[in-house]
């Protein structure tokens, strides 16, 4: 505030002087916030308490809440910082801050899946498709819009190569492959599984020899001889 002196002596002469007085910062008093705990992600903010100040200066006080400008990060957790600021009649400020942390959501954890296929089949995996031993990550997004990864570990597996044999019988006879009996020419092939659970080919080739004619012979012999 000002204080202005009139002065003036016996002679006539008068003179005017301005004094500006302004009150020290110690004489504005603020109080200080209390203590706000860390909040879970999904939490609301806490509502912003109301300060109280006073000053010497003798004239009304204001203050006025605030709160800084933040970056809303479920997945890594921010920090929120409250501010007060109270000026009085004198242009005296007194500025106090509390802060508090928004602790990070709970991360979805890393998936694995194991996978075994065999040449020449393929497995999807979240909308791609793989053919080749590997191992294969996908990025995903968990509820709370936060990554977390889905990994494929990809085996395939070599087929084992298909077997043939070939075999003849005769006529009249018959053979046993792999749990069927075959009496006629042909080619036949049995599906088995190796040991990986890949299907292979066991394939017979079968001949069966033609019956032999029959053989017709006129002898004539005197009675007491043999033939």
């Known amino acids: ?76 957790g921010y920090r929120v910082t409250y501010r007060w600021v109270a000026t009085d009649g004198c242009d005296n400020t007194v500025e106090r801050t509390m802060s508090f942390n928004v602790l990070p959501c709970d991360r979805t954890a890393d998936n694995t899946t194991t996978e075994e296929v065999c040449s020449g089949e393929s497995i ?21 819009g936060c990554e977390y990864n889905e ?36 080619t036949y092939s049995s599906e088995q599984l190796d040991d990986n659970g890949c299907i292979y080919n066991e394939v017979l080739n079968l001949t069966v020899l033609p019956k032999p004619a029959t053989v017709t012979e006129t002898a004539t012999i005197c009675s007491g001889e043999s033939y």
């Not at 110690?26 to 509502?47: M, Y």
């Not at 077997?163 to 018959?174: D, L, P, Q, R």
């Open 1 to 76: 505030y000002e204080v202005i002196y009139n002065i003036s002596d016996d002679c006539g002469n008068n003179d005017e002087c301005t004094q500006v007085v302004r009150i020290a910062n110690d004489g504005l008093v603020l109080a200080d916030p209390q203590p706000i705990a860390d909040i879970s992600c999904n939490a609301a903010l806490p509502v912003q308490e109301n300060l109280v100040a006073n000053s010497a200066c003798g004239v009304q006080v204001s203050v006025a809440p605030s709160v800084d400008q933040f970056e809303e990060d479920v997945c890594e």
């Open 151 to 186: 990994v494929l570990i990809l085996t395939v597996f070599d087929r084992t190569a298909d077997n043939t044999i070939t075999e003849e019988i005769c006529f009249g006879e018959s053979f046993e492959f792999f749990g069927e009996t075959y009496s006629a020419t042909g």
């Open 124 to 144: 999807e995996f979240f909308g791609e498709t793989y053919s080749a031993t590997g191992t294969y990550t996908s990025v995903q997004l968990d509820a709370n």
